[in-house]
């Protein structure tokens, strides 16, 4: 099948078991047949926006009532969350910022950088925006607008066209949807991308990663060619256990990256951009005219600085613990697991079942095991079969394994 000459709609719809079934409704050309939007969401961190208000609410405070989740679903809401900030900042004696200027939020910018091997760092209200201004920044420089990325990827399916819309640029889909983007990938690749933005780990293929070889072999490429590499990191914090290397060492090569700081990390939002001096220079100017600068950052930096190191001293052990649970689950023959074995703290289950009755379950679940076992039930396309993704995370690690299987398998059981 040659992908490259089917419109973006019809790509997402053909390529593949997973697809993204679910978003087609969000694309410009989505397929003729798409099935219903995916129902039930907890808007736990990382999912996208779910049903309407009072339905999410009630929904929330569920999961929040419950005493760990399988999903990294918050586990604090909003109001302890502003108070523990008040109380952190109050201890270290910050006062306040001006547009994200000041000694804290600038060493905390310093920090991420050093930690992943740049020059300077610069804190971004999200990630979507983040990636605009380095998307941006690559092609004013080298004046080619391509912009090579996996189908699944963050900039075609959940940032409303806005490369193309903001910034003229033009999206190239270089690999199936089915495996992470490849070296061989680039040089094929029918026009040559100014920039090459790759997923580490690849959300919609359950946290699935290149080999460190294959990562290599990646960079080298893109060096090669000439093109500009990008990485959309909103889950780097996760990819460290399976390389087993330093930060540093998973990002050189890379020009650029972008970390999320509610992702793993739990902060409120936010995002940091790394790359060179003068990349972030243009960057915080693209902030602005973004209209990113807030004038107070720092709530949004506090909560990601008092917890961002015990979120990393965690990570092993959430691995570890999405391993076991993973394995626990793919023994029940009803269930299959993407990625086996899992690579990072996520991973996506499959099974047979319908989204409405399986929420009314989930929320029973809850009420009865305490145990919040899924966020959303997203449709395949595979009639009949949803996909749900869990991940590992805070609060878990107090949960027996064959407590959290048995929970996510009172799912199947009839209503
Ligand atoms: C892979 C990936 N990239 C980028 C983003 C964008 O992050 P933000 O919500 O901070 O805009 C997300 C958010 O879900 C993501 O999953």
């Known amino acids: ?75 604090e809401d909003l109001s302890t969350e502003l108070i523990r900030i008040g109380e952190w900042l109050g201890r270290q004696g910050i006062a306040a ?26 804190f971004m209200p999200t990630g979507t925006m983040a990636q605009l201004c380095a998307l941006r ?37 270089l690999a199936p949807w089915s495996r992470p983007l490849l070296a061989r990938d680039v040089k094929n ?46 889950r780097l914090w996760e990819c460290q256990p399976f390389y087993n290397r330093s930060y540093a060492d998973i990002c050189r090569g890379f020009d650029s990256v972008y970390v999320s700081l509610y992702k793993t990390v739990g902060a409120i939002g936010g995002a940091v951009l790394v790359g060179g001096r003068n990349f972030i220079k243009e960057a915080r100017l693209w902030r602005h005219r973004h209209g990113g600068n807030l004038f107070q950052m720092l709530p949004y930096v506090a909560s990601a600085a008092m917890r961002l190191e015990e979120a990393l001293a965690r990570l092993p052990g959430d691995v570890q613990r999405a391993k076991s649970l993973s394995e626990g689950l793919a ?7 993407l990625p086996r074995p899992v690579q990072t703290s996520m991973f996506h289950v499959f099974f047979r079942g319908e989204p409405a009755a399986l929420v009314k379950q989930r929320d029973r679940i809850a009420r009865e095991q305490g145990l919040w076992v899924a966020d959303e039930f997203n449709d395949t396309r595979v009639p009949g079969v949803v996909e749900v993704e869990l991940q590992t995370g805070k609060g878990f690690e107090n949960v027996d394994i064959k407590d959290a299987v048995r929970a996510f398998l009172s799912l199947l059981e009839p209503a």
């Not at 798409?34 to 049903?51: C, F, N």
């Open 1 to 75: 099948m040659t992908h490259r000459h089917l419109s973006r709609g019809e790509f997402l719809a053909l390529s593949g078991l997973l697809a993204g079934s679910s978003f087609l409704s969000h694309t410009a050309a989505a397929a003729p047949n798409k099935p219903p939007p995916a129902s039930g969401s907890a808007g736990a961190r990382g999912a996208k926006p779910g049903p309407a208000k009072p339905e999410r609410a009630q929904c929330e405070r569920l999961m929040w009532q419950c005493r760990a989740s399988l999903t990294q679903g918050a586990t």
């Open 97 to 122: 910022d001006m547009y994200g200027y000041g000694e804290f939020i600038q060493s905390f910018e310093r920090n991420i950088a050093e930690r992943l091997g740049f020059e300077e760092g610069c």
């Open 137 to 173: 920044v690559y092609a004013d420089e080298s004046t080619n607008r391509i912009v090579g990325v996996h189908p699944s990827s963050h900039h075609v399916l959940h940032e409303d066209d806005s490369y193309s819309v903001l910034h003229g640029l033009r999206a190239e889909m």
């Open 189 to 234: 690749a029918q026009e040559r991308p100014g920039v090459v933005s790759v997923e580490l780990p690849v959300r919609w293929l359950g946290g699935q990663l290149q080999t460190w070889e294959q990562l290599e072999e990646l960079k080298r490429t893109c060096r090669e060619l000439g093109v500009k590499f990008h990485m959309d990191g909103a």
């Open 331 to 337: 023994a029940d023959s009803r269930l299959t697991v």
